[in-house]
């Protein structure tokens, strides 16, 4: 099965920092990765599909990038909405699903 | 728009079956472009794909979970279903039911999530 490494486990930055996340897959799965924004209490909401496709509703300063093994989440200027915990996803191998471990994004 | 509905028990003793429906409304389980699928998500730990299901019948399962796990369907009421046998307090999660398109197997939308805890 692919495996999703996701670093870091967690950061803390402040408003207006611009934060990434990386994602790695064990073997390649082109660029059939998904990325997840969740926030204490609710279920994940879907911010980018094909590796860098930005889901309807939302913000433009959400981006990401890369294909192959090697992904990354960009947030251009943080806002106090995104603090919340975001994970990867490859759909390459699907069935099965599987999700990278997670990255909670701390205010500073 | 396409709402997803998690309902159950919120409490299962270790060794029983866990036993959760998700009723969808606007739209229908019947539809070729999706697949219905269950997430789980330990307290304060990260995501678990469980398993999927197509309104053709073929159902796909999490290796990891395979034996214990069934999920199946009722069209004639828009839910799906999901049992898990032999449960251990590991098992004690937010379990959540999703759609995951077929074009793109990215899980969306999400219900809310139903917090089953296994305990004596």
């Known amino acids: 099965d692919i495996q999703m490494t996701q670093s870091p486990s967690s950061l803390s930055a402040s408003v207006g920092d611009r934060v990434t996340i990386t994602c790695r897959a064990s073997q390649g799965i082109g660029n059939d990765l998904g990325w997840y924004q969740q926030k204490p209490g609710k279920a994940p909401k879907r911010l980018i599909y094909?590796?860098?496709s930005l889901q309807s509703g939302v913000p433009s300063r959400f981006s990401g990038s890369g294909s192959g093994t090697e992904f990354t989440l960009t947030i251009s200027s943080l806002q106090p909405e995104d603090f919340a915990t975001y994970y990867c996803?490859?759909?390459?191998?699907?069935?099965?699903?599987?999700f990278g471990g997670g990255t909670k994004v701390e205010i500073k | 728009q396409l709402q997803l509905q998690e309902s159950g028990p919120g409490l299962v003793k270790p060794s029983e079956t866990l036993s959760l429906t998700c009723t969808v409304s606007?739209?229908?389980?019947?539809?070729?472009?999706?697949?219905w699928g269950w997430i789980r998500q330990p307290p304060g730990k990260g995501l678990e794909w469980i398993g999927s299901?197509?309104?053709?019948?073929?159902?796909y399962y999490n290796p990891s979970l395979m034996s214990r796990v069934t999920i199946s369907a009722d069209t004639s009421k828009n839910q799906f279903f999901l049992k898990l046998r032999s449960v251990t307090a590991a098992d004690t999660a937010v379990y959540y039911c999703?759609?995951?398109?077929?074009?793109?197997?990215?899980?969306?939308?999400w219900g809310q999530g139903t917090l089953v805890t296994v305990s004596s």
């Open positions: 999703t759609r995951i398109p077929t074009w793109i197997p990215l899980p969306d939308p």
């Open positions: 606007g739209g229908s389980i019947s539809s070729a472009s999706d697949y």
């Open positions: 299901v197509y309104y053709s019948g073929s159902i």
């Open positions: 996803l490859q759909h390459n191998s699907y069935p099965p699903l599987t």
């Open positions: 094909g590796a860098s």
